[in-house]
């Protein structure tokens, strides 16, 4: 049991680390970069972003995989009661992560969309992605600060 819920906790970790890891690296590092040098960067830039859209569903369910078999091995969890910190942190934090997904779907279509549409309607696309990105990257934190939480209560 107790390797079970290590392999679980490593890998809850891990997927989380990936997805929000990667999508900081994008809007902090890669696009403020990539932005100004020109279309070729900009081409390269969407093509890194398409590429990392698999690694964000791999994500996604390593974490909820292993979100849940922790969850059912806990001897904390009961089905829709919330008597405790622990699974109060739990359920917004499960929240969260519906949130993230909706926005992770969100950020995959204007990505696609952003290949065929030019002038505004690529413009809007391209600020549509970037604001999915960051407000997946705000909500990413939040879920880091309550896991983090749940071992203290
Ligand atoms: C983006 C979403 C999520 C993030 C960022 C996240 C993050 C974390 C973190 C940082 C921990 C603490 C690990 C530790 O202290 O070793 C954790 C633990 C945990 N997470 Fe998540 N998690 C997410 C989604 C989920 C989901 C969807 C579920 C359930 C379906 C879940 C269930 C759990 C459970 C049961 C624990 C173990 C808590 C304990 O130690 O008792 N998580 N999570």
Redesign the pocket.
């Known amino acids: 049991m107790t390797f079970v819920l290590w392999v679980c ?1 490593s890998m ?2 891990f997927g ?1 680390t990936v ?2 890891g990667g999508l900081m690296f994008q809007s902090a590092v890669a696009l403020p970069v990539t932005q100004f040098e020109g279309a070729e960067a900009q081409m390269a830039m969407r093509k890194i972003s398409r590429r990392f859209v698999d690694f964000i569903w791999m994500s996604v369910w390593t ?2 995989i292993t ?2 078999l ?2 059912l091995l ?1 001897p ?2 009961v089905w829709f009661q919330y008597p405790d910190q ?1 699974s109060v942190l ?1 359920g917004v ?2 929240v ?2 519906v949130l ?1 997904m909706l926005y992770a779907f969100g950020h995959a279509r204007m990505l696609r969309l952003m290949e065929t549409g030019s002038g505004e309607a690529g413009e809007l696309f391209r600020h549509r992605a970037n604001q999915f990105r960051k407000i997946s990257i705000a909500l ?1 934190i939040l ?2 600060l ?3 939480a ?2 203290l209560s």
């Open positions: 906790r809850h970790i989380v997805w929000l974490i909820c979100g849940v922790m969850m806990s904390r969890f622990w739990l934090k499960q969260i992560f993230m990413g879920a880091v309550l896991g983090a749940m071992n």
